[in-house]
């Protein structure tokens, strides 16, 4: 049986794949503030998976981000595994934080993009232990960020005497956790602020294409009940865990109809989902941008989001 939907006040965030110029992304930023959007990430990848579409590094670039806007929370969607040793990362993060004046959430999750290893000579690790990996990461980010300082850690990631200034945020920046599989979900129900999913539809190049809404929003019901399941191994209220829905696979064509993009939000809350982020509108198969997706995505900000959110 179901559990009934977690009834909240819906969030709304866009989603940057940070392609060159630099002034384009900052324009594209300063956008989507004004238009009225919570959250607003970037990709966290080495520009050799996606030459074209990620171009510059995440976390200098939120930097820069925090500098450039002044009201919505800053993110990655999300930073993997592979290339960050928690003490840097934690380090990073505590530096936007204080840039953004406390809008930072960090995204983590395993990674799995093949250039993201290879480029830094790091293994291809198997499944298992890319959780065993990032449960330790959330651990020590976790205690750092609260101003621990780590002075021995023997691990996969070997820490002594590491320390951070602390963030402004109390007691830490919120940690997101991307999970789709039972160990990973099983993870974020125990340690992570808010858990985000693809809501259903399968990674890229993982051999399987785009999945009707229909099979998508069954296989996000599992994942929903996975997830309230291990919330109460975890003896956790399920309703302190933010649910996060990153829009994969849709089409920027959602932003032409008000009715589509109502539907579309309304079919995920009935699941539970209280937040919703969309990819930052762009032509599919040129990856240019698109004057009429984003005159969509300004008229469904203006006149659908504000409905959406008055009807929690």
Known sequence: ??????????????????AAPFEDVVERVRLGEAMGFDSLWVADHMTGQYPGLVSFEAWALLGALAMSTTRARLGTLVTPI???????LAM???????????RLEIGLGIGGAPVDTTVVGAEDWPGPERVARLEEQVDLLDRLLRGETVERHEGRYPTDGAVVTPPLQRPRPPLVIAADGPRLIDLAARRADAWNTLGGQPMRGAGAGEVSLTEALDSTRRRVRLLDEACERAGRDRGSIRRMLLAYRVSP????SADAFAEYV???????????VFYWPF??????????????????AAD??????GRA
């Open 253 to 256: 064509e959602l932003f032409l």
């Open 283 to 300: 032509d599919l198969r040129t990856f240019g941008r698109v004057r009429a997706y984003e005159s969509g995505l300004e008229r469904i």
């Open 92 to 102: 990073s993060a505590t530096t936007v934080d204080h840039a953004s004046g406390g």
């Open 304 to 309: 659908v989001i504000p409905s959406l959110r």
């Open 82 to 88: 592979t290339f960050r040793h928690p003490s840097l």
């Open 266 to 276: 309304g079919r995920y809350r009935d699941l539970g989902m209280d937040e919703f």
């Open 1 to 18: 049986m179901d559990s009934p939907a977690i009834r909240t006040r819906p969030r709304f965030g866009l989603m940057y794949l940070q």
